[in-house]
Structure formats: C-alpha cells, structure tokens
C-alpha cells in the first residue's frame, strides 16, 4: 500500500494527499481530528467514530470519501433540449425560466462580453468552444449595446474567480441583471460536433422542472428564426447622432490621424455595434444613425457624404423595407453595408441570399481578398449569405470565405458600393479588416472631388 507522505502546511504537519486525491481534490475532504488524551496507547473521547489513530503520541489526518449527502459537485438542475430530440443536462447560472431560441457555437477564444451585447444575436443561443468563460468579469466599457440580446448562453466551465482590474461585476450576476438563461457543466464539444454535423437547431432552455422532455422538443419544432424580421426589434426608434472614436488608449491603427477629414455618415441600425461607430468616428466621420425603418428619402434629404449598412440579425429576406431603402440609395451616394448589410445589398443588388448550414461565429475565420491575394483573418457573425452566381453583371466578389468559399464581399462600382460579410472593427477579434473603414472613406474622398 503506497505511503502518505508528510507535508507542512501553514505551520501545521498534515498528511498529503495521494495522487488519487491531488487530481479530484473536490470529491475528498480532509477531516481534522478533535484533540484527545492518550492513555496507554489508547484514545479517549466521546461522540462519533474517530477520524485518526494514535501512532505513537503523533496524530494523523486522512483522507476519506465525502458523503453522498455533501456532494461537492453542482447540481445539474437545467436542460438544453433540441429539436432533434436530444436533452443536454446542465447547472443554471443567471437568470431563470424557460427560452426558446436557434443554438449556434462561436469559436472566439475572448471577448464574450462582446459577443452578449452583439445585436446580431437576437434570437440565438451561443455556445463557446473555449471551455473556460467567465473569469474576466464584465466591465462598463466593452459593451456594444445597451443590453444583452443572445437568448441564452452556454458553457463548459464558469469561472468561479473574476480577475480583471475593469470588472464590475461577474458572468453570473450579469445574466441575472439582464433575465438571460446560463448554463454551464455542459459538454460544449459534443454540442459543437451535433451542430456542425446536422447544422443550426432550434432549442430551449430552461429551469423549470415541470416540463416535461417531450412537451419542450415540440416547443423547439414549432420555432423557426427563418423569415422573421428582427432588425427592427432590436433598431433605435429615433434618430441620433454619434460622433465619439476610439480612445488614444485603444486605438490601434496609426493610419486613423491622416483621415480627419470630416464626412457625414446616415448609418442604418439593423442593429449596429458600438465600436463599429467608434471606428467610423475614427477615421474623422459624423454619424447620424437612424432606425432600420427609417425612409430613404429622409436619409437623402440629409445630403450625406455616405450611407452605411449595419449588422443585424436574423434573416435579411424578411425585411424587404430594408432592400426597398438600398435600391432607392444606390449609385446616389458611397454605400458600405456589414455582414447584414452586406445581406441587404446584395438583395438590393439584384442577388439572393440563403441559409448557411451552422452559420459563421467566431473570431478565426480566414479571408482572401481577390485582387490581391491578401489574407485577412476576421471575426465573423452571420448564419446566411449572399448566392454569387444570382449576381448581376457589373458586381465583383472581392472576399472569398476560405473555410467554405462562400462571398465574403462584393464591389458594385457603378452603384459606388462596397460590402463585406464579416466584423471589420475587432471586438471581438482581429484587426486585419479595420482597411475597410478606410476604403470607405477613400470612396467618399472621391465623390467630394468629382462634386468639385
């Protein structure tokens, strides 16, 4: 029988554990004996069974087995059930309650503060390949809306230590803040290899007990994200205007100083990002944003320099207005339209659009830009996308998707637009597409000096 070790601990000598013990430290429990007399060699005391032998005067502590009634491990006290009739068990953080919602997996490995506040979204649950989520907290600044707006949230393994000097509060109190479902303890790599394998379910997500696995796998085929218009849910109502860029502590392309020009840009909000406008602001825009809704001939009559496309979420046929906006736009004034957007225009172009098998959510995702071969790797967000071969002549695919080869982003110069189907402002992700603000601010550098 292998020999426990003797070891010092805060001044005290204490038995180590075995290796059994050091690599599931949660499932045993040392047991700190009571002090006792020692009479011939035997002990005296009262009460429970002891916890130690005497050994020559010496006490000893031990390692026994946790009872089953003081389980150290969570409760799996929550479901995720599919569509496709499988239930994943899982411990509840956050709010409580039962959603309904199309499940995604993003593979970002930070920025899921980001991620939650992202309107894009609305109407999704999202699993997060990285295992561990949670440990940075969340902080005032990083937001990129005013509220979350993903259904619900997935992971492997929650934090239980915050550690970041910006963190205002934990993962934990955040989704109770803002009603939305956690759950955690749940094999995210097996979910990850369902979804890729069968594509985007729809599932649902609850506490409740009483619901029955049967009754909550009817619920989820009876739910579709397919043509529902979610733009103007998550839209402003009014018109506003924005004009604050990324601070001198962030701000990371030096090529931003040379652009202080100052454009007016009528952003469309389909549910735009924060740092999408800081970004914009950035390279010397003012920016007027306007509701999804908003008429084109408003937005004309404001004389901009540029119209900009946000992103947004859910699927772009289902909200002809926006396409009716863009098709009355085109080729009056420069366009740039992101990941939404991009759907949007690309409809307005004369192409269609359809649904991707598990979508693109992640931070990794390479990029081939045509005309020259350069690779960007991009953040990406979106689960449909434009058809090429429906292009009209005079359109140019100028991104290709490497994972899957699908249109990334489209030129139309006799339109005087430019599109891209991925996050070009890094948050989260990286910084390879940040280019794109700047060519649309080249293109509106252009019309200035054909107007003049």
């Keep these: 029988m292998q020999q426990l070790q003797t070891r010092q601990c805060s001044g005290r000598t204490a038995a180590s554990y075995g290796v059994a013990?050091?690599?599931?430290?949660?499932?045993?429990?040392?047991?700190?004996?009571?002090?006792?007399?020692?009479?011939?060699?035997?002990?005296?005391?009262?009460?429970?069974?002891?916890?130690?032998?005497?050994?020559?005067?010496?006490?000893?502590?031990?390692?026994?087995?946790?009872?089953?009634?003081?389980?150290?491990?969570?409760?799996?006290?929550?479901?995720?059930?599919?569509?496709?009739?499988?239930?994943?068990?899982?411990?509840?953080?956050?709010?409580?309650?039962?959603?309904?919602?199309?499940?995604?997996?993003?593979?970002?490995?930070?920025?899921?503060?980001?991620?939650?506040?992202?309107?894009?979204?609305?109407?999704?649950?999202?699993?997060?390949?990285?295992?561990?989520?949670?440990?940075?907290?969340?902080?005032?600044?990083?937001?990129?809306?005013?509220?979350?707006?993903?259904?619900?949230?997935?992971?492997?393994?929650?934090?239980?230590?915050?550690?970041?000097?910006?963190?205002?509060?934990?993962?934990?109190?955040?989704?109770?803040?803002?009603?939305?479902?956690?759950?955690?303890?749940?094999?995210?790599?097996?979910?990850?290899?369902?979804?890729?394998?069968?594509?985007?379910?729809?599932?649902?997500?609850?506490?409740?007990?009483?619901?029955?696995?049967?009754?909550?796998?009817?619920m989820a085929k009876s739910w579709t994200i397919v043509g529902k218009d979610l733009l103007s849910v998550v839209s402003c109502t009014e018109p506003y205007e924005w004009g604050k860029g990324t601070s001198d502590e962030w701000e990371f392309n030096p090529r931003v100083k040379a652009h202080k020009e100052h454009f007016h840009v009528v952003a469309y909000d389909f549910g735009i990002k924060t740092n999408i406008l800081r970004r914009l602001a950035s390279y010397g825009c003012r920016i007027t944003v306007v509701p999804a809704t908003y008429p084109a001939n408003e937005v004309m009559k404001m004389n901009p320099d540029g119209i900009f496309f946000s992103n947004g979420p859910g699927d772009p046929s289902a909200a002809p207005y926006a396409v009716d906006n863009a098709k009355f736009i085109l080729g009056k004034k420069p366009v740039f339209g992101i990941c939404m957007g991009h759907q949007v225009l690309g409809q307005a172009f004369g192409g269609k659009t359809f649904k991707l098998k598990f979508g693109h959510h992640g931070g990794n995702h390479p990029i081939r830009y045509v005309p020259t071969g350069r690779v960007e790797i991009s953040a990406q967000n979106h689960n449909f996308a434009v058809d090429p071969a429906t292009l009209p002549e005079g359109v140019e695919v100028t991104h290709v998707n490497l994972n899957d080869g699908t249109c990334a982003g489209m030129v139309y110069p006799s339109k005087k637009a430019m599109t891209i189907q991925y996050h070009p402002e890094a948050s989260p992700g990286p910084h390879d597409a940040d280019i794109c603000f700047e060519q649309f601010v080249d293109m509106m550098k252009a019309e200035r000096a054909a107007a003049h």
């Design 21 to 218: 013990d050091l690599h599931a430290p949660c499932s045993r429990q040392v047991v700190t004996p009571p002090l006792v007399a020692r009479v011939s060699g035997r002990r005296v005391a009262s009460g429970a069974a002891p916890a130690f032998r005497s050994t020559g005067g010496r006490a000893r502590s031990v390692a026994v087995r946790a009872s089953a009634s003081a389980s150290p491990f969570p409760k799996k006290d929550a479901r995720l059930v599919l569509e496709d009739g499988s239930v994943w068990h899982a411990t509840a953080f956050g709010a409580r309650g039962t959603e309904i919602g199309e499940v995604v997996f993003n593979t970002s490995l930070t920025g899921y503060q980001e991620i939650m506040t992202d309107p894009s979204y609305k109407g999704q649950f999202v699993a997060f390949t990285c295992p561990h989520i949670g440990n940075v907290g969340i902080n005032n600044e990083d937001m990129e809306s005013s509220k979350c707006h993903l259904g619900a949230i997935i992971v492997r393994d929650l934090s239980c230590v915050v550690s970041n000097y910006r963190s205002k509060m934990s993962l934990d109190e955040y989704c109770k803040k803002e009603n939305v479902i956690g759950l955690a303890n749940l094999d995210t790599r097996a979910l990850t290899k369902v979804l890729r394998e069968t594509g985007c379910l729809v599932g649902v997500v609850t506490t409740d007990s009483s619901k029955s696995d049967a009754e909550l796998v009817q």
